[in-house]
């Protein structure tokens, strides 16, 4: 009984100064820890550099140039489009 008071007062003491971790445990769901386009980003640049390394490695400029935009797709869905669209607001203020 004892112990359940205590990590209640606990968990409120950290509701009180964390608002992130407020909303989780409120909540009831987990938040998430790793970005939604992580592990499709890394293997659609993955596809990328092969295509870049098998490409360079045999006269094959067309695998090249596909290894190429795999890797920028990669790159844009790691980063996600939070950051691509900060950039973009970005370029048209003025």
Same mark, same amino acid.
């Given at each position: 009984m004892?112990?359940?008071?205590?990590s209640r007062?606990?968990e409120?003491?950290?509701i009180a100064d964390?608002?992130h @971790?407020?909303m989780? /445990?409120?909540s009831g769901?987990p938040?998430?820890?790793?970005?939604?386009?992580l &592990?499709?980003?890394? #293997?659609v640049a993955?596809?990328?550099?092969v295509?870049?390394?098998?490409?360079a490695?045999i006269?094959a400029?067309?695998?090249?140039? @596909?290894?190429i935009? /795999?890797l920028?797709?990669g790159?844009?869905l790691?980063?996600?489009?939070t950051v &691509?669209a900060?950039? #973009?607001?970005?370029?048209?203020?003025g």
């Open positions: 004892r112990s359940d008071a205590s007062s606990l409120l003491g950290l964390d608002p @971790l407020a989780e /445990l409120l769901y938040a998430r820890r790793f970005p939604a386009g &592990l499709p980003g890394m #293997a993955l596809v990328g550099v295509l870049i390394v098998a490409g490695g006269p400029p067309g695998a090249v140039v @596909l290894g935009l /795999l920028g797709l790159a844009c790691l980063l996600g489009t &691509l900060r950039s #973009a607001g970005r370029q048209h203020t």
